[in-house]
């Protein structure tokens, strides 16, 4: 099973702005393959294309997802089945959905899209949650493994800043999958923080593919 090979690990989210001249699927696929050459245990990727692109280069696990904004709706992390779909069929091993409690579109309520995904797609499912509560349900809908990926970035947690070590702490005590500390991680000190704090595995996107992030970070520093 894919999840079990994460265990301990760490996974490289490798992603970009739309607007970057990194998005783009043969350079995404490229710091995917840098990543696992390097000892990463797998990698988060965006959209179908870049998946595909990425399948194609690297043999760990693949966690998929989907950003879609939809109009009306806050969630945009692959926010319906259809998208799941689209998700698995270009490679994908996991699929990543958005699991708060916020308003979902269409008529799929949580459990029905993760009992869409375990039946149609025959993938697990990565619920990424920003509270204890959005936790726990989406264990009780059938998510395989839970992430902090949302904690201070929806408006139930605006005022909290990842990484989310007491979310992470609580899922750890009160689940009984898989935990994976994402979001905030910007060395390898806080890494290994949250693998002592009982995270399954880590996931580290922007400290470590985020060029254009940490280009402007270290002029705004220059300049000020």
Known sequence: MPIESLQGGLIVSCQAPVDSPLHNPFVIAAMAQAAVNNGAVGVRIDTPAHIYAVRQRVQVPIIGLWKQVIAGYDIYITPQFHHAAAVAEAGADIIAID???????????????????????????????????????????????????????????????????????QMVEKLQVPVICEGGISSPQMARRAIDLGAYAVVVGTAITGIDYLVRDYLYNLKY
């Open 99 to 169: 699991a708060t409690t916020r308003k979902r579109p269409g008529s799929e309520n949580l459990a029905v899209t993760i009992a869409q995904i375990h039946e149609k797609l025959a993938k697990p499912v990565m619920a990424d949650v920003d509270t204890i509560e959005a936790a726990k349900l989406a264990v009780d809908a059938g998510a395989d493994m839970v992430g902090t990926t949302l904690c201070g970035y929806t408006a139930a947690t605006k005022h909290l800043s990842p990484p989310a070590w007491e979310l992470l702490t």
